[in-house]
């Protein structure tokens, strides 16, 4: 499986990384991506499994990032890691085709929870 970390927090990437690691998902192939507009190009190039995407970036935020990937027709499996997690944000990410919202701060079991449904 390959996952695509986008966040523009190189910090943050790592760490989502790390906690990919200790969540027991460190065998897949993870790529990293700035911000929405970077990302978007990956995704369209290199046909990730699943997107793990920040909601505040510069240039393309994560719901942007995600309407555009609705826009092209069946897209990749997506889900946010952000810090905001509003029941307003978390309904509009739904409604956008997003399969899960991890507020940070965030642990291990939080990736897990939200990503077996997914990945298996």
């Keep these: 499986m390959k996952i695509l970390i986008v966040?523009?927090?190189?910090?943050?990437?790592?760490?989502?990384?790390?906690?990919?690691r200790q969540a027991g998902y460190g065998k897949h192939e993870v790529e990293e991506a700035e911000n929405g507009r970077d990302a978007l190009d990956k995704i369209r190039s290199a046909a990730p499994d699943l997107v793990l995407s920040d909601w505040n970036m510069p240039e393309m935020n994560g719901i942007e990032l995600l309407e555009a990937l609705g826009a092209d027709g069946p897209s990749v499996k997506f889900g946010f890691v952000t810090s905001e997690g509003t029941a307003e944000m978390r309904a509009r990410a739904s409604s956008a085709g997003a399969l899960f919202l991890i507020s940070k701060p965030f642990t291990v079991e939080n990736f897990q929870q939200a990503l077996e449904p997914v990945v298996a």
Excluded: C, F, G, P
């Excluded at 966040?7 to 990919?20: C, E, P, Q």
């Design 7 to 20: 966040d523009d927090s190189k910090a943050m990437r790592m760490i989502v990384r790390r906690t990919l």
